[in-house]
């Protein structure tokens, strides 16, 4: 399966949060430690909501959290 | 792993080993020419099933109260509902099947009882279904596994 063209900065704003646990941010919005990881690794592309509520946790827009990864089109 | 990765783990592997069990069960009375304590056997691998579910999905959790009552979340939810369209027509496809089948499967089986052919019928075609039930619960959890190992 193909990874979806979105990149993320999740880990490094959790290092900018005094080393947030990716478990304390899935508490901090609902969801497992196991989906935090697949998001952060760009397996898994979470909902607008979740987004959302990420970047919401670090205080940052959304746009900060989460950048698409334009196609080059010929 | 998640929670609910463990919990595919466990049903799989519950799956393959009580079920494995009972199945060979059931071929092995077809080839002695007798159904007798099947039913028996039946009951027995539910209350195993049952009890190695609770059992050993209460060893893997760390934190019962967090794991049992919370609820799936979107990732979790899509993983269950991919699994559940691949199951719905894979159990709509095995019954169809079964249906078709069905007069072939007497062919083989009613000659075998002779002493009651329509009950030892009617009850290879109650495991043919239920075979499918389970061939169909375990494709499913397998699913699971897949999906979260990809993701991990």
Request: charged share 20%; net charge neutral; aromatic share 12%.
């Amino acid at each position: 399966m193909a990874a979806p063209p979105i990149s993320n900065t999740i880990r490094r704003l959790r290092f900018d949060a005094n080393e947030m646990t990716q478990q304390d941010l899935a508490d901090r919005i609902g969801m497992t430690r196991q989906t935090i990881a697949a998001i952060e690794q760009n397996k898994y592309s979470p909902s607008l909501e979740a987004a959302f509520r990420i970047a919401e946790v670090f205080g940052v827009p959304i746009g900060d959290v989460f950048q698409w990864k334009a196609e080059k089109k010929d | 792993m998640s929670f609910r990765e463990k919990n595919a783990w466990i049903a799989s592997i519950t799956t393959l080993v009580v079920w494995g069990y009972y199945f060979f069960e059931v071929w092995h009375a077809f080839e002695l020419r007798s159904v007798d304590g099947l039913l028996t056997r039946f009951w027995i691998c539910l209350g195993i099933t049952g009890i190695l579910m609770i059992g050993l999905n209460l060893l893997a959790t760390r934190n019962r109260l967090r794991d049992f009552g919370a609820p799936p979340d979107e990732f979790e939810r899509q993983i269950e509902m991919s699994a559940t369209t691949v199951a719905h027509r894979l159990r709509g496809w095995l019954l169809l099947g079964l249906a078709a089948a069905c007069p072939w499967l007497s062919t083989i089986v009613a000659p075998a009882f002779p002493a009651d052919p329509a009950g030892a019928t009617a009850i290879f075609i109650a495991n043919a279904i239920l075979f499918g039930l389970v061939l169909t619960e375990l494709v499913v959890e397998l699913i699971h596994i897949v999906r979260f190992r990809m993701a991990a």
